[in-house]
């Protein structure tokens, strides 16, 4: 799967027109990174839910099932000091907090008011009523998805993968959301980003250990963020 990835995405490389990656370059940018911070990666306890096991892995499985939709972050009502992406996850973590977790019962029933109501956003703004559609399509599924297939309990789901980011990310891939697939020259390109965060963010988590824990989780390619190509132009 994950060499599906990199031989995917190496065939729009090949053939881009505008875009070209200078390969010699590579080793030395590669050399630049700072890895002792990279490996010593945390959560942020001021934006994201920390606490207790089961609950951390309901929050971020929630999370980064809506960790989408960059291109309305510009029209979003942020928290002060807060981007896109801190904003939306901090007010899931000030729900938790409030609220208790979500249950797969009460996702599978969220209306698009009650998603705009937890995420702070004006039901009627234009520009970002369409983001929380599909926030609240993504979450329906999420819902149906733990539910039927792992008996209301998100943990079930993390056990179903047997400590590999290889068959996490597969059992992502039934829900639309999480299938993220494009075609470039009538080619399918693979990206399945938000199902790679979530194996990564669960590392992160549990410091690679105990359910946070992947066999090989080196296999993990670069997430396709939207800021990535920013370093090829």
């Given at each position: ?42 959560l942020d306890p001021l934006v994201h839910y ?176 939207n800021l990535a190509p920013h370093v090829l132009t």
């Open positions: 799967m994950f060499n599906t990835i990199r031989s995917s995405c190496h065939a729009v490389a090949a053939h881009a027109k505008h875009v070209h990656i200078q390969y010699h370059l590579i080793p030395k940018y590669s050399a630049s990174l700072p890895i002792d911070k990279i490996l010593s990666t945390e920390i606490d207790h096991e089961e609950e951390k892995i309901q929050y971020l499985v929630i999370l980064n099932t809506i960790n989408f939709g960059s291109g309305y972050f510009p029209f979003l009502n942020k928290r002060q000091g807060r981007s896109g992406y801190f904003s939306i996850a901090s007010c899931l973590t000030d729900y938790f907090k409030s609220n208790g977790p979500i249950s797969s019962e009460v996702l599978i029933n969220l209306s698009f008011n009650q998603v705009c109501k937890l995420f702070e956003q004006p039901p009627d703004n234009d520009h970002t009523a369409e983001l929380m559609v599909y926030f609240k399509q993504a979450l329906n599924d999420l819902g149906i998805f733990i539910t039927q297939q792992f008996d209301s309990n998100f943990v079930n789901l993390i056990y179903a993968a047997d400590s590999k980011a290889e068959k996490l990310v597969n059992l992502l891939l039934s829900m639309p959301f999480f299938n993220d697939i494009e075609y470039y020259q009538y080619q399918p390109v693979y990206f399945f980003k938000r199902a790679q965060i979530m194996v990564s963010d669960l590392s992160i988590a549990f410091q690679n250990k105990g359910l946070g824990h992947f066999d090989d989780l080196y296999n993990l390619t670069m997430f396709a963020d």
